[in-house]
């Protein structure tokens, strides 16, 4: 767990070796806390560095041991003991020294780091605080605007602004371990006391109480609801106002009341989840690990609209060569100037030249024959779509992927009108899809592990957080999203106004509520979606009851909204009004309310209060109940990954962990009693009805989430 050597004959060079981020789990604590012990009782040490093995320092405490007791040597008084100590003791930083990692090389009394490693105290993306002391340290150190900054949000920095901010004493392109040798050497017998951190005084503004005031309002703004930065922000205060000895003691009681917190737990499920999701799995045994994807240098896009243009920019930037088509000239010369702009300003923000050598625009489908991978972008039109992977089939060499970028169409369906099924996948991006980090790879059941592994890599080069799914209609995320969006309509209808069920939504902690997400993304779509599947317009049975489709209940105000041009933030009206077309300040409107009132009193619909609660209520656990039925199905292999989906495609708070998660907090007898309540409430709402998967879970008494694999393992798997 550390490795203990005498190097230049003099210095103790204590290497941690817990691959692979050689976190401080028990063991290794114990090993620094013995090899430490050894090398300040040995007196032909005169030096110590400390290294990580495998070029990677140390990524901070083993979050996995947070689930269960504290076993051996706490980090504080270890960490303590170090900086105490009374030879200099030197932090060879590789790779990254991030949370409990640098509060270790913040007890050293040098700091010396390879320029290409990264330092942060990530614990607050994690529920907690930097409770090793980093709270106390780092303000000492860089002063406290610079440490409050990285302290509440996290953010990893590289050795050259730790360098900047007096964080490390020297940045080296070498082997940093061994200039940390030599350096050490150097430090033999220099004076230590301006070396320990903790000693120093903290810098202090002149207004304290003003630019921590400024930071609470920035931090209640930014993530509404989070507890972790408030308490940073506190024990940073601390730091500024008490001795170390009292502010180390506050920073422990502030961890105390994360610590274990719902917050703290969702949090570290999402952690592991991102990590989970990328780890696909198909019942036919091919899974991340044994299946080989293939090297794609070269794409093509069809259609520049807002997707293909978002994903021409996602490749463009991580060196592959981009054939971007379209099929008129001014659409093509629209959608090059668009890309081209996109790319410079995000080479300008990343501080790196644009890489529009890559770029070919083109009108012509003969162009992709010698591509590695196609992905379409095209209206989302079934029709259309068919034809364009049929000329693909032409037009491109037989090894070509192609790809379609659907947000719910049948990719099977597409697959077959090709001549190579098993290299067709559905990349489903989110929009803008430079911007936004999720990925539904999309396995039809003609999909080849190798193609599905392509897909998934191909995400991640880009950037995104991939998800593999099956193949059914609008796949997880949008699937899940039609019964959310029904109950915020239905209870629209019961009393509800679209500001009061986004306010309980997004003091829930939602990016943004479900009607001002609608009027963002555009309400048009789901409109000729639903003109589409029948629901609404001239082909509907005028003999239908007007709030009742296909056997069940239905709201039409959406409908009603649209054929009054309200189209969303786009047209300046939707569920709100905006100040213009393409304007984002959401706003009340009466003629919404008028809108409701007569609608209610047309079908004779007493209006009702409805607490926050039920709006909660309603919402999240019919988009769980739907997850379950996801599971079932085979849809999503694990809810890890039906989590990752909402979290990074659809807002929800990473403090809630994502529907499934969530629903697990809250108990899933809870949510099974409630589902049970409403639909007994609405027999016509099938959405409420709770799903076999849920009952079984609450019958096999509610296991956490990581074990209700083991539940679903003989159902069926479109995966
Ligand atoms: C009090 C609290 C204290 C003192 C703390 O220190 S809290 C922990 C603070 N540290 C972090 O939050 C760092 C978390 N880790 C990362 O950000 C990244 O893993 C990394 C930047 C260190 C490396 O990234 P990458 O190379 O992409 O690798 P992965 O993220 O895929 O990780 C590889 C596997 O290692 C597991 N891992 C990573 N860090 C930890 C950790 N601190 N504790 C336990 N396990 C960790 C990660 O889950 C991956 O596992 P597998 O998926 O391969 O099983």
Redesign the pocket.
Known sequence: MARYELVKRSVALITLTNP??N???SAVRHAIAKSMDHALNDPKVTAVVICGENG?FC????????AGPLRGPP?VPLLDAIEAGEKPVVAAIE??A??????LALVCHYRIAHFKA?LG???V??G?????G?TQRLPRLIGIPAALELITT?R?ISAQEALKLGIVDQVTEQNACEVAVEFALRAVAKPLSSRRVSMLTTPCPPDLDGLLEAVTMQVKKKARGVMAPLACIQAVRAAATMPYSKGIKRESEL?ATL?NSGQARALQYC??AQ??A??WTLPSGAQWNNSKPREIRSAAIIGLGTMGRGIVVSLARVGISVIAVESEKKLLETGKQMVIGMLERDAKRRGVSASLNLLKFTLSLQDLKDVDLVIEAVFEDMALKKRVFQELSKVCRPATLLCTNTSGLDVDALAGVTDRPHLVVGMHFFSPAHVMKLLEVVCGPRSSSETIATAMILGKRMGKVSVAVGNCPGFVGNRMLKPYLDQATFLLEEGATPEQIDKALEDFGFAMGVFRMSDLAGLDVGWRVRKESGLTGPDVDPKNPPRRRQGRRYCPIPDMVCEQGRFGQKTGRGWYMYDKPGGTNAKPDPLIQNLLEMYRSRYGIQPRNISDQEIIERCLFALANEGFRILEDGIAARPEDIDVIYLFGYGFPRHGGGPMFYASMVGLERVLERLEHYHQAHPDVPHLEPSPLLKKLVACGSPPVQKWREHIKTMHSHL
Not at 59 to 66: K, L, M, V
């Open positions: 692979p981020v976190a401080l789990s990677r990524g901070g405490a083993d979050i996995r041991e947070f980090l790779g990254v991030l949370g409990g990692g640098f509060e990264r105290l990530p614990e993306t994690l907690i605080l930097p409770a090793a980093g996290g990893h961890m610590f952690f592991f990590r989970t990328g780890k």
